[in-house]
């Protein structure tokens, strides 16, 4: 009996998941943008399950009305699900150019950045499932190599499984490498006005530089009611928790 009335329960909520976005979708053709808001904020306070198109479309709705750190965060969010999203990317680079600050990006050099830029083309969920299809390749020149009888087929499928050894390795460290990236990297977004960040984490310490709404930084730390972030162009400083929101 449980399970049925679990099953019900799920099955309503993703009904009305898709019921809310479809009520949001309809006000943003409205240009009804604060109501199309609500309808999907509803839906991610009763859906758990996240999705690229609802934070892509809560970041459009943000950005006609012009607002800025909201949008960004928005399209950051659609980003941590989908980093290569064509879409998602432009519209974040429109909003950013609604942003005050200006920091630049210093970009890696040397070894690390071509791996990144390597295991940074799929998430490590893509890389796990490249590893599987590897592994089922593997299989299959495995049972080549065991039922085949002629000694050149048997070479092909013994060389083909050393390849193939040697790809799965690379795509399950790549997934490694990638995963280990993601739970290490920690943006957020400034959402006050402006906000000063300072070298010790005390309020009495003098400013070292202002940011202002939108700014992307990453937290390093955290301490009380302080987080040391960084920005892109390496500058550290301690900010109030309540003047950014994390992005995961």
């Known amino acids: 009996m449980k399970n049925i009335v679990y099953l019900f329960l799920l099955i309503t909520s993703l009904i009305f998941a898709q019921n809310g976005f479809e009520t949001g979708n309809d006000f943003y053709k409205k240009a009804q943008y604060d109501k199309a808001i609500v309808a999907y904020e509803k839906v991610l306070q009763t859906d758990k399950k996240q999705s690229v198109e609802l934070y892509f479309n809560l970041g459009n709705c943000y950005y006609k009305l012009n607002k800025v750190a909201p949008a960004i965060y928005n399209y950051e969010k659609a980003l941590v699900?989908?980093?290569?999203?064509?879409?998602?990317?432009?519209?974040?680079?429109f909003a950013q150019k609604k942003t005050i600050d200006e920091i630049k990006v210093i970009p890696k050099v040397g070894f690390g950045k071509l791996v990144r830029d390597f295991t940074g083309t799929h998430t490590y969920n893509t890389w796990a499932w490249i590893s599987v299809g590897f592994a089922l390749f593997f299989l299959v020149f495995f049972l080549g190599y065991y039922f085949t009888q002629a000694a050149v087929y048997k070479r092909i499928f013994f060389f083909g499984m050393f390849v193939l050894l040697f790809l799965i390795l690379i795509s399950v460290t790549a997934a490694f490498f990638e995963k280990s990236h993601f739970d290490l990297e920690k943006p957020a977004i400034v959402f006050a006005e402006s906000t000063e960040v300072k070298s010790e984490p005390q309020k009495a310490n003098p400013a070292i530089f202002i940011l202002?709404?939108?700014?992307?930084?990453?937290?390093?730390?955290?301490?009380?009611?302080?987080?040391?972030?960084q920005l892109t162009d390496g500058s550290e400083g301690w900010i109030e928790n309540s003047a950014i929101k994390e992005v995961k």
């Open 81 to 93: 699900l989908n980093p290569n999203d064509k879409e998602t990317l432009n519209n974040l680079k």
């Open 212 to 229: 202002h709404e939108g700014t992307k930084v990453y937290v390093l730390q955290s301490l009380d009611n302080w987080k040391k972030v």
